[in-house]
């Protein structure tokens, strides 16, 4: 831990830049830029500034350095396949250190397993509970052997010099073993669905630490699980929208947003900082997803009912389809988000509901003591302060 320095984490935030950097140089040599490959790339470098942030100023917390680890290795993976693609698939083998491209393009299991350990050891880089260390243990041991079996086939392939390429940049013989190398189906059979159970083990652990806890780690745990939820909503979105048009291009955009909620809530929950807005986020968050959701499908219908039925020129029925969802915007929005606050942002809700009834009875209060008593009661149970103060003016 004598390394675990702030300018240690620097230096390595910097690395992770510079290679990044050279992954993209790699990606535009190979022909293989996608708008896919760029969100990968943004979603990998979110992970790294999280974790220099983390590691910045708690660098006793092993959550920033493991934050790093996942982004180091995914980036080592697509630097080493795509410099395995370039040499065996572009130059014949004529770039000088191809094998070690080779070695490297594998590098993904690493992170994989490094992301899995961020979320058993969130929020403090601790183990929840000695139980789960059994499951660590093991979760490792399949890591290592993963990793050693593939590193072992890499290294077969380059001295007997049969290296075969496919076009992401991986060894093909990882993908589809024969022969010799076919006992690494049943590694790869083990290997997933165990990462799996793991992920979703620890994942599980997590929900029911939550409902277990109070006050601030309940409020940290809330962050991770609201920006997890998020994330698997956006991927299967993201999944699912092969080619979006119209509409769905707002959707798919809004899903790759999305995708970073879980390194930004990781970063919030561990720092603590603006820990009490995640109730007020969440219920903004619900809102106006309803509230958009519902002004699209008045829009549509409106759209739907001017041109189909009552045959309406296109251009006219688009344009009162706009105005009657702006209209309705405000009305819906207020209807909405009171509704939500009632389930997502229940203390706020309640808060002004006491304040509204306090306006009530102030209307006709005519005593200044039962005034100031209520003021203090109100304010006591809407804001919870340490410490309440009423000046008032005294009576000439």
Not at 179 to 206: N, R
Not at 359 to 373: F, H, I, K, M, P
């Amino acid at each position: 831990m004598r390394l675990a320095t702030p300018g240690a984490a620097l230096v390595i935030g910097v690395l992770i830049v510079v290679m990044l950097a050279a992954s993209a140089a790699g990606t535009v040599a190979a022909h293989q830029f996608t708008l896919a490959g760029l969100g990968h790339a943004a979603l990998f470098l979110s992970f790294g500034m999280v974790g220099v942030i983390v590691a910045w100023h708690q660098p006793r917390n092993p959550m920033g350095w493991v934050l790093l680890g996942v982004t180091f290795f995914f980036i080592l993976d697509a630097l080493g396949s795509q410099y395995a693609y370039l040499d065996y698939r572009l130059h014949d083998g004529q770039l000088p250190l191809g094998w070690l491209g080779v070695l490297l393009s594998p590098s993904w299991a690493p992170a994989i397993v490094l992301a899995g350990l961020a979320l058993l050891l969130f929020p403090d880089g601790r183990v929840p509970s000695p139980r789960w260390k059994p499951m660590l243990w093991a979760y490792f041991a399949l890591g290592a052997l993963w990793l050693g079996g593939a590193f072992a086939i890499s290294v077969g392939t380059i001295v007997g010099h049969h290296v075969s390429i496919d076009s992401s940049g991986g060894l093909t013989v990882l993908d589809n073993p024969a022969g010799s190398d076919a006992w690494w189906w049943t590694v790869q059979a083990v290997f997933f669905p165990a990462v799996a159970v793991c992920w979703l083990a620890w994942f599980t652990g997590q929900v029911l630490g939550y409902r277990r806890s109070s006050g601030e780690r309940r409020l940290q745990l809330k962050w991770l699980l609201s920006g997890a939820t998020i994330f698997i909503i956006s991927a299967v979105a993201l999944v699912w929208i092969n080619h979006p048009s119209g509409l769905w291009k707002a959707v798919d955009f809004l899903a790759a947003v999305g995708i970073f909620a879980l390194p930004v809530s990781i970063g919030f929950g561990i720092l603590k900082f603006r820990l009490y807005d995640i109730d007020r986020i969440i219920s903004r968050t619900v809102a106006y997803a309803i509230l958009t959701g519902a002004l699209v499908g008045v829009y549509a219908g409106l759209v739907l009912l001017a041109t189909q039925v009552l045959r309406i020129h296109d251009s006219v029925a688009v344009a009162a389809a706009t105005l009657a969802a702006a209209a309705l915007f405000n009305p819906v929005r207020h209807r909405v988000q009171r509704a939500v606050d009632r389930r997502f942002n229940r203390a706020r809700y309640d808060a002004d509901q006491m304040v509204a009834a306090f306006a009530a009875r102030l209307q006709d209060a005519v005593d200044l003591g039962t005034v100031r008593t209520d003021l203090l009661s109100t304010v006591d149970r809407a804001l919870e302060p340490a410490h309440v103060t009423v000046w008032t003016r005294p009576v000439d």
